[in-house]
C-alpha cells in the first residue's frame, strides 16, 4: 500500500479544525440501532461542535459555565471496528491508486482520528474469510501497527462479506461503531447477509463503498478479453457504446439495491471513486470543512 | 439440378481480395487483456445476446465473416452465373395478322360469325405474343387496311377488340403483300398469320401472294374459319320505272344458291316497306336463278326492298335495295338560235316525260314553271345584260341550269356565269378524244360511251364543289354542283356534229333521260345511284350520313362498306341511299382454301429451347442486405 504523505500531514490539519470525535463522526448524529437501556451516565466530557445538544448537562454548565456533555456507559466502552475488503478485486486501480490503497488511507484516516481523540480503534482485514485482525488499543503506537498491517497485506482470494463479517461478529464484546471498507462487487444475497449481521452486532455500522473510475466507466473500447480478478473467469466482448451504457445501468442497480438495504437498518452507505482526493473524500464522510477551502 | 456457368471466369480472380482482408484481420492487434473485478455485469449483459454469444461460438468476429461473404458474393456476380433450362421460349417476333373483314366472314355457320372466331384465334395468336415482339393487324376487305401499323401485343389486342367485319368483298392477296410491306424494316422473326374463310378473293390469289411474302422470308400461315355452304344470296338486281308505263315496275334480280340445299323460298318485293309482290319459288341445289316482277308503283320517289324468307348462313346477301326516283314530266326551255341544237332538240323530244319549249333570245319567258334551263347556241350578242342574273334567281329557286359547250360559250362567259358554272372554262381544244365515265351515277348508268368521240370541247378545271361525270384528258364535259335551291350542269358533250359523235350513240337520249330525271329530283343533289358495297362516292358538299347500322358521320366523301339504306341528311330533308352486296364470289360461302389450317386445330407452335437463366440480380440483392447488415453491426458497435 501507498499512502500520500500530504494526506497524513492534511488530516493533522484536519482534526485541529473539527475537534470531532470518531464516534461522533461514525455515529453522525443518528440514533443508535441498539435502542438505549437505561445507559448510566459515567462521566462528563467537554462539549465539541456536532455533539448532540440534547447530552448537554446544564447543571453543570450552571456550576461551571461551561459546556460539558454527559458520557454513558457505553459511550465511554465505543471502539472503532474498521473492516477493510483485501480481495483480489481491490488490488485494481487505472488512476493514481488502486482501491486498496485508496481503502486503506481512508481506515488509517480513521484510526488516526481515533488516535487523536483518545479512543479504541482496530482494524481487520477480510476475503474469502476474516484475515488478520488487530486487538483494539489506542495510541499512535497502535496506528503504525494498523499502518505496518496495511503495507504488509497481501490481496488475494473472492469477497465473501457475509462469511467475514460472521466470524468478525463473534470477536466483538462490547457494542460497536463498525466501517466496513469494501468495493462490494459480489451477489447481491450474500451482500445482504453480512449487512443484517453487521448491524445486529454494531451500534452504528457505515459502508463505504471504493469504485475504480475505470471499472465505473469501462474506460476502454472495441474487442476487449476481460478477465475478473477474484473469479479469474474469461469473458470476451466488443465495448460498444451500447454495451457501456448497460454496464453502467447494471452497476447502478447495484450500488441502489446496497443503498437500499442499508436504508433501511440506518446504515450510511458512500460511494468514492479512487479519482476523488482522499482528503476531499475524507472530509465528505466526516462531514467538516477543510482549513482554507 | 443443371450445371452452375460463369460468364465470366476472369472475375474469379476478385476473390483474392478476401486475402487482404484476412491479413488485415490478422493484423488487427489482439483484444486487450484486462482484469477487472466487475466482470460479473459484463457477463449478465452478455448472456442476454443470445444470438451473438451463439454466433461467438464459431466466430470472433461476425465482421469479418460478413465481409468475406460480401466479397465472395460480389465477385461470383461479376463472375456471371447462370444455368441452362429447357423451357418453351417464346421468341422475339413481328407478326400481322391479315384478317378476313369480307362479307362471307358474317356467316353463322361458326357462332357468333366466322369473323369474330377469326378476331378470337387472332387474340390468341396475339397473347402468345413475348414482350418485345410487334404485332400489326390488317383487315382485308375489298381494299386492303392497316387496322393497326406495329404494336406491341397489349396494343394489338386492344385494337382486335375494335375491328369490325364489313359487306365487302375481300382481297387477301393485297391484303398478304400489305402485310409483307408491314415486316419489311424488321430484323426479328417474321411471321402473316392469314385468317379468313377462303371463299373467294379478289384480284390476287392468296397463294401467290404467299409465296412472294416468303421469297422475302415471311412465314406465312393460313387459318379458316367456317365450314359450310350453306347461302341464298341475292347476287344482281335492276329496278326501275318500265320503259312503256312509268307506273310500272321493272324488277329483276338473280338469286345464287352455292350449297347444296334445294327447296321452296318465299320472296317479298316491298315498295317503302309496303308488300307489292311476291311469291313462293323453288331453288335448286348450287343453282342462279332469275326472278322478274312487274308491279305497280306510285309517281313518287320509294325505295324497294327485295326480301329472301330463308334462313341461312349469311343474311346479308338475303336483301337488297333499289330507289326508284319520282315520276316526274320535265319542262325544259332552250336559250337558242334559228336551226341551231337539232340534235338536242331532238333528243329531248325523243323523251316522253320531257317537253320542250325553244326560245330564240333576247325575249326570253318567264322561268317560273320550268324544271329546266338550257343554253345552247344562243349567240352572245342577243343575250341582254342581267339575263344571267336572273337565271340566277332561277337556279337560286330550285331551276336547274344547264350550259351546253357551244362554241358561243366563249362569248356567254361572263362573270355572272362563271359564278354558277361547275366548272371553269379555258381554250376549246380541237382534237378526236374519246370520253370517259367519271364515276358509276345514276346519270351515267346503262350508258355505254365506248364509241363516242368528242372533236371539239373546252379544257375546264373542275369547281371545288361540284360532281364530274363524263371527262375527256382529265377535262370534264359532264359535271353538275349545286347552287342555291337548284343545280347547273355543264355539258360539254356537244351532240353537234363538229363537236361529237354523240348524236349518233343509243346512249345519248338515255343520258338525257338520266340527267334530267336525276336532277329534277327533290333538291339535294345527291347524284348516287343505287351502288354495291366496297365503293367509295363523292358527294356533293359535306352531307351529314347515317349507316344502315346506325353509326353517325359527316363527310363529302363515303366509303360504302355496309349493305343496307344509308341516309343523306340534307338541310331540307333526309335522302335514301341503298347499297348493296351483289357479288356472287362473297355469296358463295363455301371454303376454297386446302393449305389452310382450320382454326380449331390451329395453334401458334412454340418450341422448347435452351434458355440460360442469369442471377446477377438476385446476387446483387443479397450483396445489398449484406452491406446493410454490415452497417447495422458498425453503427452497434459505434463505430459509425
Known amino acids: 500500500m501507498a499512502i500520500d504523505p500530504s494526506f497524513l500531514e492534511e488530516l493533522g490539519e484536519l482534526t485541529l479544525v473539527m475537534r470531532k470525535r470518531v464516534s461522533n463522526v461514525v455515529s453522525g448524529g443518528r440514533p443508535s440501532i441498539v435502542p438505549g437501556r437505561g445507559l448510566e451516565i459515567a462521566d462528563h466530557r467537554e462539549y465539541f461542535a456536532g455533539d448532540d445538544f440534547r447530552l448537554i448537562d446544564w447543571r453543570v454548565y450552571g456550576r461551571t459555565e461551561k459546556l460539558y456533555i454527559r458520557r454513558f456507559e457505553e459511550e465511554k466502552d465505543m471502539i472503532l471496528h474498521i473492516l477493510l475488503d483485501a480481495s483480489a478485486s481491490m488490488d485494481f486501480g487505472t488512476d493514481r491508486m488502486k482501491k486498496f490503497d485508496y481503502a486503506g488511507s481512508i481506515a488509517l484516516g480513521f484510526s488516526y482520528l481515533s488516535v487523536k481523540n483518545h479512543e479504541k480503534f482496530t482494524t481487520g482485514l477480510y476475503s474469502e474469510t476474516l484475515r488478520d485482525v488487530m486487538k483494539p488499543q489506542k495510541g499512535k503506537t497502535h496506528l503504525f501497527k494498523v499502518l505496518h498491517l496495511l503495507n504488509t497485506t497481501q490481496l488475494y482470494g473472492k469477497t465473501n462479506l457475509s462469511m467475514a463479517v460472521g466470524q468478525y461478529t463473534k470477536l466483538i464484546k462490547s457494542k460497536s461503531l463498525s466501517i466496513i471498507i469494501s468495493d462490494f462487487i459480489e451477489p447481491l444475497d450474500s451482500l445482504k447477509d453480512g449487512i443484517y449481521r453487521m448491524a445486529r452486532h454494531s451500534k452504528d455500522v457505515t459502508m463505504i463503498q471504493i469504485l475504480d473510475p475505470g471499472e465505473v466507466d469501462l474506460r476502454w473500447d472495441d474487442d476487449i478479453k476481460f478477465e475478473d480478478s477474484e473469479t479469474r473467469r474469461m469473458e470476451r466482448t466488443f465495448l460498444s457504446p451500447g454495451f457501456k451504457h448497460e454496464y453502467k445501468e447494471r452497476l447502478q442497480e447495484h450500488i441502489m439495491s446496497i443503498r437500499e438495504i442499508c436504508n433501511s437498518l440506518g446504515i450510511t452507505f458512500v460511494t468514492l471513486t479512487t479519482d476523488k482526493p482522499i482528503i476531499d473524500a475524507f472530509i465528505e464522510l466526516v462531514g467538516g470543512v477543510r482549513r482554507g477551502s | 439440378m443443371p450445371p452452375l456457368g460463369l460468364t465470366n471466369t476472369t472475375a474469379l480472380w476478385g476473390l483474392l481480395l478476401i486475402v487482404p482482408v484476412i491479413i488485415l484481420y490478422l493484423l488487427k492487434p489482439k483484444p486487450k487483456h484486462i482484469v477487472i473485478p466487475s466482470v460479473m455485469f459484463i457477463m449478465a449483459i452478455e448472456k442476454t445476446k443470445r444470438f451473438s454469444s451463439f454466433l461467438q461460438k464459431f466466430v470472433h468476429d461476425p465482421l469479418l465473416l460478413l465481409q468475406i461473404l460480401i466479397i465472395t458474393v460480389l465477385v461470383l456476380a461479376l463472375a456471371g452465373p447462370f444455368i441452362m433450362t429447357e423451357q418453351v421460349q417464346t421468341e422475339d417476333e413481328t407478326i400481322v395478322v391479315v384478317l378476313d373483314a369480307s362479307a362471307s366472314m358474317k356467316a353463322s355457320d361458326v357462332e357468333p360469325s366466322r369473323f369474330e372466331e377469326g378476331k378470337k384465334i387472332a387474340g390468341s395468336i396475339v397473347s402468345k405474343l413475348s414482350e418485345k415482339s410487334f404485332a400489326g393487324i390488317v383487315l382485308a376487305e375489298n381494299i386492303p387496311i392497316a387496322a393497326l401499323s406495329a404494336g406491341n401485343r397489349e396494343s394489338a389486342i386492344v385494337a382486335l377488340d375494335k375491328v369490325e367485319c364489313a359487306d365487302t368483298a375481300t382481297n ?297 361525270l363524263l371527262e375527256t384528258e382529265n377535262n370534264s364535259l359532264l359535271a353538275y354542283r349545286s347552287y342555291g335551291n337548284g343545280g347547273v350542269i355543264y355539258f360539254g358533250v356537244n351532240p353537234d356534229e363538229k363537236w361529237s359523235n354523240l348524236q349518233h350513240s343509243y346512249s345519248f337520249p338515255i343520258l338525257l333521260s338520266n340527267l334530267l330525271n336525276f336532277m329534277n329530283r327533290e333538291r339535294h343533289t345527291v347524284g348516287i345511284m343505287d351502288h354495291r358495297t366496297g365503293e367509295y362516292v363523292s358527294l356533293p358538299g359535306v352531307v351529314e350520313i347515317t349507316t344502315p347500322s346506325g353509326k353517325r358521320a359527316t363527310t363529302n366523301k363515303l366509303f360504302l362498306d355496309e349493305a343496307g339504306v344509308y341516309t343523306l341528311g340534307y338541310e331540307d330533308g333526309k335522302v335514301d341511299l341503298p347499297v348493296n352486296l351483289l357479288n356472287e364470289q362473297e355469296s358463295n360461302i363455301s371454303s376454297g382454301s386446302s393449305d389452310a389450317v382450320m382454326g380449331s386445330e390451329f395453334d401458334v407452335e412454340k418450341k422448347p429451347a435452351k434458355v440460360k437463366k442469369d442471377y446477377l440480380r438476385e446476387l446483387i440483392v443479397v450483396v445489398i442486405l449484406m452491406l446493410l447488415l454490415e452497417a447495422v453491426l458498425y453503427k452497434r458497435r459505434g463505430l459509425i
Do not use: C
Open chain 2, 172 to 468: 387477301l392477296g393485297d391484303s398478304i403483300l400489305l402485310a409483307r410491306d408491314m415486316l419489311s424494316g424488321s430484323t426479328l422473326k417474321k411471321i402473316i398469320y392469314v385468317i379468313s374463310d377462303f371463299s373467294n378473293s379478289e384480284s390476287l390469289s392468296p397463294a401467290v401472294a404467299k409465296k412472294l411474302a416468303s421469297l422475302e422470308g415471311i412465314e406465312v400461315s393460313f387459318i379458316r374459319v367456317g365450314n359450310s355452304d350453306n347461302n341464298l344470296g341475292i347476287t344482281n338486281i335492276k329496278a326501275e320505272r318500265s320503259a312503256d308505263d312509268k307506273r310500272k315496275l321493272f324488277l329483276g334480280f338473280n338469286v345464287k344458291n352455292s350449297g347444296g340445299w334445294g327447296g321452296m323460298i318465299n320472296v317479298r318485293v316491298k315498295s317503302d316497306d309496303v308488300q307489292i309482290a311476291g311469291s313462293e319459288e323453288q331453288i335448286n341445289a348450287f343453282s342462279n336463278t332469275f326472278f322478274h316482277f312487274s308491279p305497280s308503283i306510285s309517281d313518287d320517289e320509294q325505295l324497294i326492298t327485295v326480301e329472301l324468307e330463308k334462313s341461312d348462313d349469311l343474311e346479308v346477301d338475303n336483301k337488297a335495295f333499289a330507289l326508284i326516283p319520282e315520276l316526274k314530266t320535265h319542262r325544259i326551255m332552250l336559250l337558242t338560235s334559228e336551226n341551231r341544237d337539232i340534235y338536242l332538240r331532238l333528243a329531248v323530244f325523243s323523251l316522253d316525260n320531257a317537253v320542250l319549249k325553244p326560245v330564240f333570245p333576247p325575249v326570253i319567258p318567264d322561268t317560273e314553271g320550268y324544271d329546266f334551263v338550257i343554253v345552247g347556241s344562243v349567240n352572245p350578242e342577243v343575250i341582254l345584260p342581267g339575263t344571267f342574273r336572273n337565271l340566277e334567281g332561277y337556279v337560286e329557286d330550285g331551276g336547274t341550269l344547264i350550259v351546253v359547250g357551244t362554241e358561243n360559250l366563249e362569248g356567254l362567259y361572263t362573270d355572272e356565269l362563271k359564278k354558277l358554272m361547275p366548272v371553269e372554262i379555258r381554250e376549246i381544244v380541237g382534237a378526236e378524244k374519246t370520253v370517259r365515265i367519271t364515276q358509276n351515277h345514276e346519270v351515267t348508268k346503262d350508258i355505254t360511251l365506248k364509241n363516242v368521240v368528242v372533236k371539239r370541247y373546252y379544257k375546264t378545271v373542275l369547281e371545288n364543289d361540284s360532281v364530274s
